[in-house]
C-alpha cells in the first residue's frame, strides 16, 4: 500500500461524500478507491468512514484523520511543485472566476500584489455570481459559495463566509424596527438569487438554540449582490448581506442592522480546481496568495 495514495484517495472521499466521485476525481477506478481507504483503516487499526447505500460519512477518528492528512497532502503537492518548477519563473494566464462583490471589494483592490510578485503571470479576472461550467469556461480556479455542483473538480474549503440582515434607516421609518423575526412580516425584502441553486436565498435566522426560517414578499429579486446592496441603500427593503460587505455602510450609519441578537446562516465558500497533479503550477502560486488574502481581510467575518 502507497500510505500517500491512501491517503489521498480517503480525503477525496470525505471531501466529495462518495466513493463514485472521488474515483472520477482521481481518475481511478471506484474499487480501486475503495481498497486503498480499506487498505488505511486496516493500516491504522480504526474504521474512518461510515458507510451506508446513500452515503459515506467520516466517524469522529475520521474526521481528525481527514484535517491531519489533507494538511500533509497539500504541504506534500506543494513541495513537488515546488520542486518541479525549479528556478524556472512562473509564466501563462490564469483564469480566475469568483463572486462579484469578492471580486470587486477584495480581488480587484489586492491582485497587484500577486501580479507584482509574479510578473510573467496575466490574470483574467471573472466576476459573476452565476453558475459557471468552468471545463467549458476553461477557468483555473473559481471561488463558489453554498451548493456545490456535482463535477470532477476539487473542492477546497475556505471557511464559511457570515452574513447579516439590515436596512436603510429611511425604510425602517417607514415600516418600522421588528423586535422579533415574526414581524418581518411586514417588511418587504431585496432578494438574492444563488447562483448555485438558482433560487431565492432564504432567510434563515437562530440564536442559541433556536431557529427560524421565513418567507418574506420581495419586491425586488436580482442575481447581483452589487444590485442588491444599492437598493437596500435605496431603501427598497432588508436585505441579507456578507458582513464584509456590508460593514463600512453599518459603520456610516446607510444601512442598520435588524435583529442584531440573531444570526443569519453562513455559506460555505470553496475554492473549486483541478486535482493537484493536473493543476498547473501557477494556478498553485495563485491560491497560496489567494487563501493568504482573505484570511488576512475576511478573517473576522468568517466562521
Known amino acids: ?10 480525503v477525496q472521499v470525505v471531501d466529495s461524500g462518495s466513493f463514485t466521485r472521488a474515483a472520477q476525481q482521481l481518475g481511478l477506478h471506484k474499487a480501486s478507491v475503495s481498497q486503498q481507504v480499506q487498505q488505511l483503516e486496516a493500516k491504522l487499526g480504526v474504521r474512518l468512514l461510515t458507510r451506508t447505500t446513500r ?5 469522529t477518528e475520521g474526521l481528525r ?12 503537492d506543494e513541495a513537488e511543485t515546488t520542486l518541479r518548477q525549479g528556478s524556472r519563473a512562473l509564466q501563462g494566464q490564469l483564469r480566475v472566476d469568483v463572486p462579484v462583490a469578492v471580486g470587486r471589494l477584495l480581488f480587484a483592490q489586492e491582485i497587484r500584489g500577486f501580479l507584482d ?7 483574467e479576472l471573472g466576476c459573476t455570481d452565476r453558475r459557471v461550467d468552468l ?14 455542483p456535482d463535477s470532477g473538480l476539487v473542492a477546497r474549503p475556505v471557511g464559511a463566509l457570515r452574513f447579516v440582515l439590515c436596512a436603510a434607516p429611511r425604510h425602517l421609518e417607514r415600516h418600522g424596527v421588528p423586535a422579533t423575526p415574526q414581524a418581518l412580516a411586514a417588511h418587504p425584502q431585496v432578494g438574492f438569487v444563488a447562483g448555485s441553486t438558482g433560487r431565492l436565498r432564504p432567510l434563515r435566522l437562530r440564536r ?13 429579486v436580482t442575481t447581483d449582490s452589487a444590485a442588491a446592496l444599492s437598493a437596500a441603500l435605496d431603501g427598497l427593503g432588508v436585505v441579507q448581506l456578507a458582513e464584509f460587505v456590508a460593514a463600512p455602510h453599518l459603520d456610516s450609519g446607510a444601512l442598520v442592522r435588524v435583529l442584531p441578537g440573531w444570526r443569519c446562516a453562513s455559506l460555505p465558500m470553496h ?19 489567494a487563501d493568504a488574502m482573505l484570511l488576512r481581510r475576511l478573517g473576522p467575518h468568517l466562521d
Open 65 to 76: 484523520f481527514h484535517e491531519r492528512a489533507r494538511s500533509i497532502l497539500q504541504q506534500l
Open 271 to 289: 475554492w473549486l480546481t483541478p486535482p493537484p497533479r493536473r493543476r498547473p503550477a501557477r494556478v498553485q502560486a495563485f491560491l497560496e496568495w
Open 55 to 59: 452515503k459515506v460519512t467520516p466517524t
Open 117 to 123: 510578485s509574479h510578473p510573467g503571470i496575466d490574470v
Open 135 to 148: 471545463v467549458a469556461a476553461g477557468v483555473d480556479c473559481a471561488l463558489r459559495g453554498g451548493e456545490l
Open 1 to 10: 500500500m502507497d500510505r500517500f495514495e491512501a491517503m489521498r484517495a480517503y
Open 208 to 220: 442559541d438554540t433556536a431557529s427560524v426560517e421565513l418567507e418574506l414578499p420581495a419586491r425586488l
